[in-house]
C-alpha cells in the first residue's frame, strides 16, 4: 500500500465542515473516552446504558455525515481480531446451564461473556473509529498532549505516524524489486529469504531514524513538536462534554449499578 493510500485510509471522512469536526480534539477525546468507559464498565443487563451508549454514538456520527462504508472500515480491523476470540468462550467458559451444540456443549456463563464482549467492544471500537474520523491523527496527539497524556506515548505515537507510511513505501518498494526478479515465495523452503528480506527493512528503517533523529536535533527538537496554533477551547466544546456526561454518567451510576 502506497503512503498516500495509507493517509487516505487513516484520515478523517464525513464532512469537515460539520460542527464535530470543528470541536476542539480535547472535547472528542473527553466525550467519546466518557461513552468507552460507561459501556465497558456496564453490566450487561444494563441494556438501556448500551442503548444510550449507541444513540450517542449514532448522534455523532450523523452530525458529522460519516458513511456507512467509511464507519465499517474502521471498525472491522479491530473486530475481525475480537470476534474469533469471543466465539471461543462459550465453549471454554463453564458455569450455569449447559446446552448441547451438535458434539460440543456450551455454557449460560460463555455465552453471557460472549454477548458483554461483543456489545462492549463494537461500542468501544465504534467510539474510537469516530474519534478518527472526525480528528486527523496528529490533532489527536496534540488534544492527548494537552490532557497531559504521557508525554513518552504521545511522542512515539507522532513518531510512528509519521514513519509508517515510509516503512510501507520501502517494503512496497523491495516488493517490486523481487517481483521483477519473478521471485513468487509460495512454501515453507522461503521462510529463510524472507527473514532475511525482513532484516534488511528492519535495518533500513533503523538507519533512516537514526538519520532522522540527528537531523531533527540540528533543527532545535528538544523532544516536543512546535504547534503553531494553540489550542482554546469554546462554549460548543464545553457543552459537547457536558451534554454526554450528563446523559450517560447519572444512567451508569444511579440506574444501572455494576
Known amino acids: ?3 498516500a493510500r495509507g493517509v487516505t485510509l487513516s484520515g478523517v471522512a464525513g464532512d469537515p465542515g460539520s460542527p464535530i ?3 476542539d480534539p480535547r472535547a472528542k477525546i473527553l466525550g467519546l473516552l466518557t461513552v468507552t468507559v460507561v459501556a465497558v464498565t456496564a453490566p450487561l443487563h444494563a441494556w438501556p446504558v448500551f442503548v444510550a451508549c449507541a444513540t450517542v454514538l449514532l448522534g455523532v456520527g450523523l452530525a458529522a455525515r460519516i458513511g456507512v462504508g467509511d464507519h465499517l472500515r474502521r471498525v472491522r480491523p479491530a ?3 475480537v470476534v474469533p476470540v469471543a466465539v471461543v468462550v462459550p465453549f471454554v467458559r463453564v458455569g450455569g446451564e449447559a446446552h448441547a451444540l451438535g458434539p460440543l456443549t456450551v455454557h449460560d456463563a460463555g455465552l453471557h461473556v460472549l454477548a458483554s464482549v461483543l456489545v ?3 461500542l468501544g471500537v465504534s467510539s474510537g473509529a469516530l474519534l478518527t474520523l472526525t480528528t486527523p491523527f496528529p490533532d489527536v496527539l496534540r488534544g492527548l498532549q494537552a490532557l497531559r497524556a504521557p508525554r ?3 511522542l512515539i505515537a507522532g513518531l510512528m505516524y509519521r ?5 510501507a513505501d520501502e517494503a512496497g518498494r523491495m516488493r517490486t524489486a523481487l517481483t521483477a526478479r519473478s521471485y ?3 512454501t515453507v523452503a522461503h521462510a529463510g529469504t524472507l527473514g532475511r528480506l525482513a532484516c534488511g527493512l528492519f535495518l533500513r528503517s533503523y538507519e533512516r531514524g537514526e538519520r532522522v533523529h540527528v ?4 533543527r532545535g527538537y528538544d523532544g516536543r513538536m512546535p504547534q503553531l496554533v494553540r489550542l482554546r477551547p469554546t462554549r460548543t466544546d464545553t457543552v459537547f462534554v457536558v451534554c454526554i456526561a450528563a446523559l450517560l454518567l447519572p444512567l451508569r451510576l444511579l440506574g444501572a449499578p455494576g
Do not use: I, Q
Not at 163 to 167: A, E, G, Q, R
Open 1 to 3: 500500500m502506497s503512503a
Open 21 to 23: 469536526h470543528r470541536l
Open 79 to 81: 473486530l475481525v481480531l
Open 120 to 122: 462492549k467492544s463494537a
Open 152 to 154: 513518552l506515548l504521545v
Open 163 to 167: 514513519y509508517v507510511f515510509v516503512v
Open 184 to 186: 513468487r515465495p509460495r
Open 215 to 218: 537531523a531533527m536535533l540540528a
